[in-house]
């Protein structure tokens, strides 16, 4: 199993355009999370979604949408980048059948600038 | 007020120190507990997961939770470079969609 993948790892953004940020886990989980992690700081959610075609806002989603079609695939779209979204992106994923359905499973990150 | 507050570190030790990370909370409605540990440029990995009171054990790690207290602990027993990473803790409530909520983290570095 490869886990939680995302791409890219590394991408620099200039203010106003947009980009798609790839998340895709092969662990048959249903439950999939975005957060960001500003240096120094915690891991704040995003949005998340309990299953295919169902998505809810977390904390922080303004300037931010998903999609989820697959259970594998979870994108995050930004749209309009400003100098604020500029951050490491971490996608996450757990099982909700589980006796362990609290713990999450992470991908490696996507750095994202925004100049 | 933060739901979830982490003692902010850095915290520098040498090689087989005892640590003691620790983690306060607010929410009575949580019941899982978890500890991540991330390595720099790396995303978090799952260390230490606990339900409810008591305490947990893995090797040199030991989790603590007491929810009378609202207040759970990590301690890394003789502690190597290898544990040089920052420490999350986690918790999440019942039936909340897997949603944890996490502290900001602590930053250890155990010097040889």
């Known amino acids: 199993n490869a886990g939680v993948t995302q791409t890219p790892k590394f991408r620099i953004l200039k203010i106003g355009q947009s980009m798609t940020l790839q998340c895709t886990q092969d662990?048959?989980?249903?439950?999939m999370y975005w957060y960001r992690q500003d240096p120094g700081m915690g891991l704040k959610l995003i949005y998340y979604s309990v299953g295919a075609g169902i998505t809810d806002k977390g904390e922080v989603p303004n300037g931010y949408n998903v999609s989820r079609s697959t259970t594998e695939d979870f994108p995050l779209r930004l749209e309009l980048a400003a100098p604020s979204q500029t951050s490491v992106y971490f996608c996450a994923s757990s099982y909700s059948r589980s006796a362990e359905q609290e713990t999450q499973y992470f991908g490696p990150g996507t750095r994202l600038l925004v100049l | 007020q933060k739901e979830v507050e982490q003692d902010p570190g850095p915290l520098s030790v040498p090689e087989g120190a005892i640590v003691s990370l620790n983690c306060t909370y607010s929410n009575s409605a949580f019941q899982y507990f978890m500890w991540y540990r991330q390595y720099s440029r790396k995303g978090p990995e799952l260390l230490m997961y606990t339900y409810s009171s008591g305490n947990k054990e893995d090797g040199r790690f030991t989790a603590q939770v007491d929810k009378s207290s609202k207040y759970i602990s990590l301690f890394i027993r003789d502690s190597q470079p290898s544990d040089s990473a920052t420490y999350l803790c986690?918790?999440?409530?019942?039936?909340?969609?897997?949603?944890?909520?996490f502290g900001d983290g602590t930053t250890l570095t155990v010097k040889p």
């Open positions: 986690a918790m999440s409530a019942r039936t909340n969609a897997g949603k944890s909520t």
């Open positions: 662990m048959n989980h249903n439950y």
